[in-house]
């Protein structure tokens, strides 16, 4: 369940309000006051079977005793008294609340009750133990908060009632506005993800901001604000960075917070703005609703004072932001402009005594540098010119808080000068900030989301979902493990795993004595300078933990000697364990290469994590790790890698050459498809992964697994992000011809250029509603690049690879009904092409239970309403639109398809 029924609580029209009260200090004094003083133009009823009225006003017994059936019901009632109140309510017909009772919980069977009174009518539940829900637009103030908030248009979304009424007083002094305040509460029913994916639709909030706590569907989470964040900023400041602090917030909300860098993996991989404090939300509102993405925040500054350059330049560089490099043609534009003693640098220090016009001329030539994407301006007040008079000269030249089309970021220091002169740059519509690190954070704002609007539209060349892998070996060998009753393979058996799915591991002997060691390692010194011996044991996954790993054996006898000196060691140490024998591979001597660690884990939250970094016994210690969620591709890959400190080394520095950062890339796409493919798979690394110029090769491998769950299939139903559903994949024929039919993946991207230029712009008319001659690159990456938890497109390819058809499908939140559409080659109409792109949607949405498909067709598109009927679609004119017919299929009640068609 998502939004269904939640609009009502959105947008009433009339609410009742349960334990409405006048005794001083309760709350349901206070809420009574706050909906009655607020204005709400709506019908107001009240609920309390002590009074037969309140302040004047009726009050009623119970909910059968309303005049009228309420959009929302607030509750503040004793916390035995909710679900009775819920049952009435759904009865009544009301199919949302508020609920304000703290105290439902799962300990004493009251929040359970309270959901499986809600459960037969669908009914809503925002809370409970909430402050209550705010709409300042519909003078609704349905909380107990001290104040209610101004209109505006910035929701916000919060898991701490107290945060939310610290946020609407703070948010009063700056004179910022809400559209909504929801205090999310204990998130029974209605959660983060409910409000994201109602708010992401409404037009009267141009951005979101959330307090969260910590969340209970990971995948839910992640699809909402993937969608939230492609139409308008989301911004969350995700509270229970450290472990003290995430025990305080699972204690506080009863939902796990997960790993604070699974969190930062999640929100960057959604497109999320992550800040760190409660004000940072407010200025990263601010610069993100009033800029567009900027393609790089090189940052061009122009100050009177140069000791504020510099301030800005260490917050920057702390920052990891980044000063532009000036062109020689913009140096010689200032020198004409500026006195000798300038700084010939950026930043480009004016000396204190600027004038209005010297600030207007070096601010215009620096923001038509091409290597400034975003303009800082610093004035420092002296008594050599004026404050306000600068703040007018660069407020002159602003349009839309832009000059040249590039932001502009100002800080007037000071306070009493600089008030005037804020005041001026607001009214030109200039951001403005108090200090200069105010400013740089700012910048940091503005670089990051759109670092992650970018993200959300690379195209990658391949996805884990391409790699080759002998799925039928892995399974044979985890059936073995499972069979034997273990969760730990042995080293042998973990390298046979990850090298079914293309990684190179080393030869290796399985010796079961120290003698069959030697003849082993005789063996292999034919091939090699030396060997390792390696201890195998089912009770002792650390070799080196206990001294089982001897490595550079140069002879026979050395083997034998080297095992027989892990047989003491695991005696001495570990006594009561079972020796299974000893692994004997060849050294691996590569002079440049990289000791890496690849693998995965599962965070409380958002399920399997991909982890990278720096490898070897220290892994511990160097602790230069990152973790990016399954599944990957080769940019998010490439992410990965580089968000650690090894990356940089694995680019090559002196005279060691780069790595193979390709082979680096596919190892991990590949542990990703093999943690999608087998949910048994609970923990997993390499370490240590060898990396050079001629590629990886993994040196040892650890597996767990569940055993219970090993043959469960794939895909991981644990995943965070709904991975490509390959089982979609299959081969038909039609019109004499052989064609696959696949979903959709971001590097299809380049089939589309060839295939509209085959499509007609008659039929282009008929699948858009409209003419349209262009198709820019960032509509065509939203139409390949999906959301497979609420979105599918099916494409259809040719023996060649060519794209001959597309059939998509756009599911609402929680699944009662999807819109369809569909485009067949012009050249290949007519031979049955449309119908079985259809016909895989319709089985498609049957398998994911989705209720009804619709679609909107044009009147004098007959063939797609021809095939339409002869699918069983219900088909009606548009009444809002003559021209265009409203087709629909419920699958809950579909008969049998005919086995033939054409389109």
């Not at 309510?89 to 004493?108: D, F, P, Q, Y």
């Not at 133990?129 to 209109?151: D, E, I, Q, V, W």
């Not at 756009?810 to 449309?834: F, I, M, T, W």
Request: with cysteine; aromatic share 4%; charged share 20%.
């Amino acid at each position: 369940m998502t939004v269904r029924n939640l609009e009502r609580a959105f947008r009433p029209r009339s609410i009742a309000i349960f334990g409405a009260s006048a005794r001083p200090g309760s709350v349901g004094s206070a809420v009574t006051a706050n909906v009655i003083d607020g204005g709400f133009e709506g019908d107001v009823w009240l609920v309390n079977p002590r009074h037969a009225t309140l302040g004047g006003r009726p009050c009623h017994r119970n909910a059968r005793a309303l005049p009228g059936i309420p959009d929302l019901a607030v509750i503040a009632t004793p916390p035995r008294t909710v679900p009775g109140i819920v049952v009435e309510l759904g009865a009544l017909g009301c199919r949302a609340a508020v609920v304000i009772t703290a105290g439902l919980t799962a300990g004493n069977g009251l929040r359970q009750a309270m959901l499986d009174a809600a459960r037969p009518n669908l009914f809503r539940i925002i809370g409970p133990n909430t402050l209550g829900l705010m709409l300042p637009r519909l003078k609704l103030n349905a909380s107990f908060a001290h104040m209610a908030p101004k209109p505006g248009n910035l929701a916000l979304l919060s898991q701490s009632g107290a945060i939310a009424g610290s946020l609407i007083d703070w948010a009063a002094a700056r004179n910022v506005g809400f559209s909504c305040v929801a205090s999310l509460g204990d998130m029974a029913d209605v959660d983060v993800a409910d409000w994201l994916d109602l708010l992401a639709g409404d037009g009267n909030t141009r951005a979101i901001l959330v307090y969260l706590e910590g969340m209970a569907n990971a995948r839910k989470f992640m699809s909402a604000a993937r969608a939230a964040a492609r139409i308008k900023p989301v911004i969350v400041l995700k509270a229970g960075r450290h472990e003290l602090a995430a025990k305080a917030a699972n204690t506080h909300t009863g939902a796990l917070s997960g790993s604070d860098r699974a969190v930062d993996a999640a929100f960057a991989r959604a497109g999320i703005l992550r800040v760190d404090g409660l004000a940072d939300l407010f200025d990263a509102a601010e610069i993100t609703a009033r800029f567009a993405p900027v393609a790089s925040a090189r940052v061009g500054i122009v100050t009177n004072g140069g000791g504020a350059g510099v301030l800005a330049v260490d917050e920057l560089s702390a920052r990891a932001d980044e000063l532009a490099a000036l062109a020689p043609a913009t140096l010689k534009r200032l020198d004409a402009v500026l006195p000798p003693t300038w700084s010939r640098a950026n930043p480009v220090d004016i000396v204190g005594d600027a004038s209005a016009e010297r600030y207007r001329a070096a601010v215009e030539i620096v923001a038509s540098d091409p290597a400034v994407e975003v303009v800082m301006v610093f004035n420092c007040p002296t008594k050599l010119a004026s404050s306000a008079d600068a703040a007018s000269a660069v407020a002159g030249l602003a349009e839309k808080g832009t000059i040249a089309g590039k932001p502009v970021l100002a800080c007037w220091l000071g306070e009493q000068t600089a008030r005037q002169a804020r005041a001026v740059l607001a009214s030109a519509g200039v951001a403005s900030f108090e200090t200069p690190a105010d400013t740089a954070r700012a910048l940091t704002y503005l670089a990051d989301w759109s670092k992650a609007q970018s993200a959300l539209l690379r195209v990658p060349a391949s996805g884990s979902e391409d790699v080759s892998a002998d799925r039928t070996h892995v399974l044979a060998t985890l059936r073995r493990v499972a069979a034997e009753g273990r969760r730990m393979l042995t080293e042998p058996e973990a390298k046979v795993v990850v090298a079914a799915y293309g990684v190179t591991v080393p030869e290796t002997v399985v010796a079961r004595t120290p003698a069959e060691a030697a003849e082993a390692a005789a063996r292999l010194l034919g091939k090699s300078a030396a060997v390792a011996v390696k201890l195998l044991s089912k009770a002792i996954s650390h070799k080196s933990d206990v001294g089982g790993v001897v490595l550079g054996l140069e002879s026979a006898a050395a083997a034998v000697a080297a095992a027989e000196t892990i047989q003491r060691r695991v005696a001495e140490k570990v006594p009561d364990a079972t020796i299974d024998g000893y692994a004997v591979q060849p050294m691996i001597v590569r002079r440049n290469a990289q000791e890496l660690i690849a693998g995965m884990s599962e965070d409380a939250i958002f399920g399997p994590v991909i982890l990278f970094g720096a490898g070897g016994t220290a892994v511990e210690v160097m602790a230069d790790t990152a973790v990016a969620l399954p599944p990957l591709d080769d940019v998010l890959a490439g992410d990965l890698i580089d968000r650690t400190r090894i990356g940089k080394l694995l680019a090559g520095f002196r005279d060691r050459p780069p790595a193979n950062r390709p082979a680096i890339v596919a190892a991990l796409n590949s542990l990703a498809q093999l943690v999608v493919d087998f949910p048994c798979i609970v923990a997993l690394d390499i370490n240590p992964l060898l990396a050079d110029a001629d590629g990886v090769i993994a040196l040892d491998a650890r597996v767990e697994i569940d055993p219970n769950a090993v043959d469960q299939p794939g895909p991981n139903p644990r995943l965070a992000i709904r991975p490509y559903p390959a089982q979609w994949a299959r081969a038909f024929s039609a019109g004499g011809a052989n064609y696959t039919i696949r979903p959709i993946k971001p590097a299809d991207i380049a089939l589309y250029p060839d295939f509209l230029a085959k499509v007609s712009p008659g039929d282009i008319r008929l699948r858009f509603l409209a003419p349209r001659r262009n198709f820019p690159d960032d509509m065509l990456k939203r139409l390949t690049q999906l959301d497979y938890e609420r979105d599918m497109a099916f494409v259809a390819l040719d023996a060649g690879g060519a794209l001959a058809g597309v059939a998509r499908l756009s599911c609402d939140p929680d699944r009662a009904k999807a819109e369809y559409a569909l485009l067949v080659r012009s050249d290949l109409q007519g031979h049955g092409l449309g119908w079985k792109l259809l016909d895989q949607v319709v089985a498609y949405a049957k398998a994911e239970r989705i209720g009804r498909i619709e679609g909107i067709v044009l009147s004098d598109n007959t063939a797609m309403l021809r095939m339409c009927r002869e699918f069983g679609f219900s088909a009606a004119r548009d009444p809002e639109e003559p021209s265009t017919m409203l087709v629909a299929l419920d699958l809950a009640a579909a008969a049998a398809q005919p086995d033939a068609g054409a389109a």
